[in-house]
């Protein structure tokens, strides 16, 4: 009988409000509104439970939602909310509800099931993150219902006077998971960004002590720390119990972010000086704002008033500022356009989200599509402001990059602990990135796809080369940079980077010329890392300054003895560099012309970096460059070789004979024509001819026999496909118009392959030239059959399916894509979140290899190795394998790790092929071969 009267209780509210939401169709939305079949209610200040509300004792006014998010205003009030679900499918149905805003302090919601069962879910600042229904920044609800099943919903709102959204969304979970991994990036680089900002102007004001930029810093800092309480990111990583400082992050955030940007606007503005009745106004603001700071701090019934009065503030100030900058304009005083800009974007985007928040304008769309790009452009425009005002105080005052050094050195200590966890936090989501890049294209053959993942690695190895540098610059001026000495293939890494600063180079459409000498069975001792790094910063600026021509990357090897002797020229068309500023450049901070940190970017100490490792690895650098036309880097280098493997044969059999074969190279580049010549004179017997362009081409055929022309295709006078057309059209003789011709371009695009094929092209190869597929494709031609210069072998099989790892790591996606990575090996694994929930796993299972993170909360990995090593997981288990796989990537923590009995150590972002064979080395006794390849034999 109770159940009864509970369900007709339940029956009437739902008649009453017109509030249920069905799920009938079997093709299920992502993402649905219930807003429209809800109900909301204004109780104020009164504390109704909710039995009153359910059984009707207490009846409030409820009313349709208003506005796509539900827009509530600044309130205090607390409000209910009830609508029903029904779940017509003949199957269960799980999705989350977003209901608040991620700072919103209270969110019960109370679902009642047709049998008159109650389930509470709460959610909100006000409670400790980990007591939250659903882990997530936003106030988010689990439903989920059986086949049939049909739920009430009542939910209570309460806040302490901030603003409020409802916007009631059903979302399926796989795409709340999508939705949070791609929030995760966009607002890791938009806060990573901002972070980097403040920091820098903060070294600046530490050198410099010029207050603006402490001021810039603080306004940039707190600014970001506001966004990052209204996006519940603060209650989700920080503070993320109920404590004051959670609950007030936001509005104290504000206040200082308003606060000092006026301090930074009056400095900048020079209103002291300027205008005696503003500069008073400003102090007015500051007052009012330090007033209402107190108020907040010591008068907790203000709260509701703060958020109302501090977006009013904001405008005043704003307005303010404007009435600075028009002042300065009619009295024709200099001001910083850039700071106009960004002053123009701040205030459009501040009036109409405070607009927004007052309810003066409908709430179609959340304030975070304003404030967020708004945010973005104002701060670009700002900090070129500030970069102008630092070329005007080093204008002024030379002698102030010496004092800001001087003082610098006081802060090493500190500043290198910084950037060590800089690249740590830099390095855990970049390994997560490049992890789910490498799943992403295994997953699919989409080339959109498969060339936006190219894009996010290169951007990723880039953000990887920037922190290393800066990382490295701390080290040098301590004298603490040292160099790795372990045993590495040194063409593989020639090869790596050619792949990376490619991408760079097609983007800017410059030509790359890369060849090298090097054997590619040899093996060095040195510092792979620390090679890669010096030549990846020579190749990025050598592209970085050129905007037309082409960049040269050539490696010349000499081997004497157990040495191998590298000579190695980076070479560009670009800006160039004057006479008198050779040597500078090689200084920290230094760029060419004082313009070019603008221009082109960039922190200004990679070449100050290169120098230092190349001085480290006793070697030289010279640089030979001319205004406008270029320059060519060279650098020498010498490494101890390790081992030399049996010498491939590269060229096309000893039976095979090139003689009475004749070649026209028809290329217009000087570069390319002696890349293409040097490979040709390693086929014996075979002559070649040259044409700079196809007129001259079409002139040396009518004049001579060719048995296989090598086109380009971008030449002037006439191009490649001209001469093509001309050929086969019989222009140069009848003789003439099977001649077999192979293309070879910079033109990588499909419709170039697809237009040459119609013109009747033989084959096609792209540039840089690699050497076997250009014999392979000329042997194609003259012996009608292609040789097997190169095959591809699978794998070795090795089964893994009886293994069992465990993976210590306390990041939940560098956990995912450490799973991913041995879901492809088969073999069984285990996850602990720290090193002292390992222990606890390593006590009741059996492992055969351990991949263990170091920095990790409650117990680390240091201590974890530490503690199996003295056997407190059971003498078994003292000598299993342990690979460290970091993010730390100095030197003082390999060392350490080895000494304490790790087996292998890896550095984050990982590199699946290199974890693999590190396993495969720990497991079986030897590293596999991960790509065999097959090459011809020497013939007597």
């Not at 309460?158 to 603003?163: F, I, L, P, S």
């Not at 191009?719 to 003789?733: L, N, S, V």
């Amino acid at each position: 009988m109770k159940n009864l009267l509970l369900s007709a209780v339940l029956f009437l509210c739902c008649s009453v409000a017109n509030a249920q939401f069905v799920f009938s169709s079997k093709n299920l939305p992502d993402e649905v509104s219930i807003l429209e079949t809800s109900s909301i209610a204004n109780v104020g200040h009164a504390k109704f439970s909710f039995d009153d509300i359910k059984s009707g004792k207490v009846k409030p006014d409820f009313k349709s939602v208003k506005g796509r998010l539900g827009n509530l205003g600044f309130t205090k009030d607390t409000y209910w909310v009830k609508f029903s679900l029904e779940n017509k499918l003949a199957e269960p149905v799980k999705y989350y509800l977003e209901t608040a805003e991620p700072v919103t302090d209270n969110v019960d919601l109370y679902l009642v099931s047709s049998t008159g069962r109650t389930y509470l879910q709460r959610s909100g600042d006000n409670l400790a993150f980990s007591n939250r229904a659903v882990a997530d920044r936003k106030s988010v609800f689990d439903i989920s219902l059986d086949k049939g099943e049909t739920v009430q919903a009542f939910m209570e709102v309460k806040n302490d006077g901030e603003k409020n959204n409802l916007p009631l969304k059903l979302i399926k979970p796989s795409k709340l998971l999508e939705r949070t991994y791609h929030d995760q990036l966009i607002m890791g680089i938009f806060f990573g960004i901002l972070a980097v900002i403040a920091i820098t102007y903060l070294f600046f004001y530490f050198a410099l002590k010029e207050t603006s930029f402490l001021h810039y810093s603080l306004y940039v800092m707190f600014m970001a720390l506001c966004q990052f309480a209204l996006d519940g990111f603060f209650h989700q990583y920080f503070g993320t119990g109920d404590s004051w400082i959670s609950r007030h992050t936001v509005i104290i955030s504000a206040i200082l972010s308003c606060y000092f940007f006026g301090r930074y606007s009056v400095t900048v503005l020079d209103i002291k000086n300027q205008n005696n009745i503003l500069h008073r106004s400003y102090q007015a603001l500051f007052i009012a704002l330090t007033v209402l700071l107190a108020a907040v701090l010591f008068i907790p019934p203000f709260l509701e008033y703060a958020y109302p009065i501090i977006n009013i503030l904001t405008i005043i100030g704003i307005l303010l500022i404007f009435a600075t900058v028009v002042t300065k304009f009619v009295r024709k005083q200099e001001i910083d356009m850039y700071y106009v800009g960004g002053i123009v974007i701040l205030f459009l985007c501040i009036a109409l989200a405070v607009s927004m928040n007052f309810g003066v304008f409908p709430d179609d769309f959340a304030t975070d599509n304003i404030t967020k790009p708004g945010i973005a452009l104002e701060i670009i425009a700002l900090s070129l402001s500030m970069a102008n005002r630092i070329k005007l105080l080093k204008t002024k005052k030379e002698e102030l990059q010496a004092v800001a050094l001087q003082k610098s050195e006081e802060m090493n200590d500190i500043k290198s602990y910084f950037l060590s966890n800089m690249s740590h936090e830099l390095r855990t989501p970049l390994n997560a990135i490049l992890g789910l890049v490498s799943s992403m294209e295994t997953e699919t053959d989409a080339e959109k796809i498969k060339a936006n993942c190219d894009t996010i690695r290169y951007a990723s190895h880039g953000l990887i080369s920037s922190v290393n540098d800066i990382l490295d610059f701390s080290r040098i001026e301590k004298g603490e940079l040292r160099l790795d000495h372990s045993e590495f293939k040194i063409q593989e890494i020639f090869e790596k980077l050619r792949g990376t600063v490619r991408k760079q180079i097609d983007d800017k459409g410059l030509t790359f010329n890369f060849t090298s000498d090097v054997d590619p069975g040899i093996s060095v001792f040195g510092d792979a890392t620390r090679l890669e790094q010096m030549l990846y910063n020579l190749l990025g600026n050598a592209c970085k300054f050129t905007a037309e021509g082409e960049v040269g990357f050539r490696i010349d090897a000499k081997v004497t003895e157990k040495k191998l002797g590298l000579r190695i020229s980076i070479s560009d068309t670009g800006v160039g560099i004057a006479k008198e500023k050779l040597e500078s450049v090689f200084g920290l901070f230094s760029q060419s012309r004082l313009d070019n940190k603008r221009k082109f970017g960039g922190f200004g100490i990679g070449l100050s970096i290169v120098k230092s490792l190349v001085d480290l690895h006793q070697g030289t650098i010279s640089l030979e460059s001319e205004l406008d036309k270029g320059t060519v880097c060279t650098v020498n280098l010498e490494y101890e070789i390790a081992a030399i493997a049996a010498k491939p044969v590269e060229v096309a059999p000893a039976e095979k004979s090139y003689a009475g074969k004749n070649v026209l190279i028809v290329e217009d580049n000087a570069m390319n024509q002696m890349v293409i010549k040097m490979m040709l004179k390693g086929l014996p017997g075979l002559t070649f001819a040259v044409a700079n362009d196809g007129s001259e081409c079409l002139e040396k055929m009518s004049q001579e026999r060719f048995d296989l022309v090598l086109m380009d295709l971008q030449m002037p006078v006439m191009d490649g496909y001209e001469a093509t057309e001309a050929i086969r059209a019989g222009k140069t003789g009848d003789s003439n118009t099977n001649v077999p011709i192979i293309v070879i371009t910079a033109d990588t695009t499909l419709e170039s392959k697809d237009r040459v094929f119609q013109l009747g092209v033989n084959d096609y190869t792209t540039k840089p030239i690699d050497k076997k597929t250009l014999y392979a494709k000329m042997d194609a031609v003259f012996f009608g059959e292609k040789p097997v210069v190169e095959e591809k072998l699978e794998p070795v099989v090795k089964n893994y399916s009886e293994k069992n790892f465990l993976i210590v790591e306390d990041n939940v996606m560098n956990q995912m894509v450490i799973k991913m990575m041995l879901k492809s090996l088969g073999v069984q694994f285990q996850v602990a979140a720290d090193g002292a929930e390992c222990l606890e796993l390593m006590k009741q299972q059996t492992f055969d290899l351990v991949l263990m993170d170091l920095q990790m909360p409650v117990m680390d990995g240091y201590e974890a190795t530490e503690a199996i090593r003295a056997g407190e997981t059971g003498t078994e288990n003292s000598k299993i394998p342990i690979v460290v796989v970091t993010a730390d990537t100095t030197l003082e923590s390999k060392d350490r790790v080895f000494e304490l009995g790790v087996d292998d150590y890896l550095t984050k972002p990982i590199d699946k092929k290199l974890l693999y064979s590190k396993i495969d080395k720990i497991i079986f006794g030897e590293v596999p071969q991960i790509e065999l390849v097959t090459r011809l034999q020497e013939t007597a």
